[in-house]
């Protein structure tokens, strides 16, 4: 009868390893020592050296009637492969997952930092100088007239502006600024007064009026 004893050489003989001393001192695999000492069944699956040094994962039994013990192996990394590919897919898909998270993070913070300069925005129309610009009265060719508040006074009053797009326009600008110089040399009872003139720091002239009751005409400002 052939007679086998597998021992463990120590090193990984298919990877080019070398033995370094006698193997008949080298000890018994893991699984041929514990079929041996505890005559019974079990079973490894974190790895063990087998007779050529590969790791493996095994189990095996012991026939008590036959007085001998049988062993399956295999090698550690054909049993883990699909373990280690559902763990790279996984991998893959936490950083995906972690990608579309910061990208809906960022995307949040962008609407919020857009939201806050449209108000801004807003805030810059809605006021005027050092006035409240509340509904619109009437526009004609280079000209919109607003109710406004004047922050200070609390007083309401009408507001005329250069039609946006105009600031540019030096005729237009001369021709606002005679405007509101000759209105405001009128003293007759049936003329409207003129309370400020201005100039906002984006550069649109306006000039502030006296705000009649009544029925807003329509036509040109």
Same mark, same amino acid.
């Given at each position: 009868?052939?007679?086998?004893?597998?021992?463990? *050489? $120590?090193?990984?003989?298919? #990877?080019? !390893?070398?033995?370094?001393?006698?193997?008949?001192?080298? *000890?018994? %695999? #893991?699984?041929?020592?514990?079929?041996?000492?505890?005559?019974?069944? $079990?079973?490894?699956?974190? &790895?063990?050296?087998?007779? #050529? $040094?590969?790791?493996?994962? +095994?189990?095996?039994?012991?026939?008590?009637?036959?007085?001998? /013990?049988?062993? %399956?192996?295999?090698?550690?990394?054909?049993?883990?492969?699909?373990?280690d590919q559902l763990r790279w897919a @996984? $991998?893959?898909? @936490?950083?995906?997952?972690?990608?579309?998270?910061?990208?809906?993070? &960022?995307?949040?913070?962008?609407?919020?930092?857009?939201?806050?300069?449209?108000?801004?925005?807003?805030?810059?129309?809605?006021?005027?100088?050092?006035?409240?610009?509340?509904?619109?009265?009437?526009? !004609? +060719?280079? +000209?919109?007239?607003?109710?406004?508040?004047?922050?200070?006074?609390?007083?309401? %009053?009408?507001?005329?502006?250069? #039609?946006? !797009?105009?600031?540019?326009? *030096?005729?237009?600008?001369?021709? @606002?600024?005679?405007?509101?110089?000759?209105?405001?040399?009128?003293?007759?009872?049936?003329?409207?007064?003129?309370?400020?003139? &201005?100039?906002? *720091?984006? !550069?649109?002239?306006?000039?502030?009026?006296?705000?009649?009751? /009544?029925?807003?005409?329509?036509?040109?400002?």
């Open positions: 009868m052939l007679s086998l004893v597998l021992r463990d *050489p $120590g090193v990984d003989l298919t #990877r080019g !390893g070398e033995l370094s001393g006698d193997i008949s001192k080298a *000890p018994l %695999t #893991r699984a041929v020592r514990s079929a041996l000492q505890r005559r019974r069944s $079990g079973h490894d699956v974190d &790895g063990y050296s087998d007779y #050529r $040094g590969a790791r493996v994962i +095994g189990a095996w039994t012991w026939l008590p009637k036959l007085n001998m /013990g049988v062993v %399956t192996e295999k090698e550690a990394v054909e049993a883990f492969a699909l373990r @996984f $991998g893959v898909l @936490f950083v995906l997952l972690a990608l579309v998270v910061a990208g809906l993070v &960022g995307v949040g913070h962008l609407a919020s930092l857009l939201h806050k300069r449209t108000r801004k925005a807003e805030e810059r129309v809605e006021r005027l100088g050092q006035y409240t610009l509340r509904e619109k009265l009437g526009e !004609g +060719g280079m +000209g919109e007239v607003y109710v406004g508040d004047h922050l200070m006074l609390r007083r309401q %009053t009408a507001v005329k502006l250069l #039609r946006a !797009g105009t600031e540019s326009n *030096p005729h237009a600008m001369a021709r @606002f600024e005679r405007e509101v110089r000759i209105t405001s040399q009128l003293t007759h009872p049936n003329t409207i007064a003129i309370y400020d003139y &201005g100039k906002t *720091p984006e !550069g649109v002239l306006y000039y502030a009026m006296e705000l009649l009751d /009544g029925e807003p005409r329509r036509g040109s400002t």
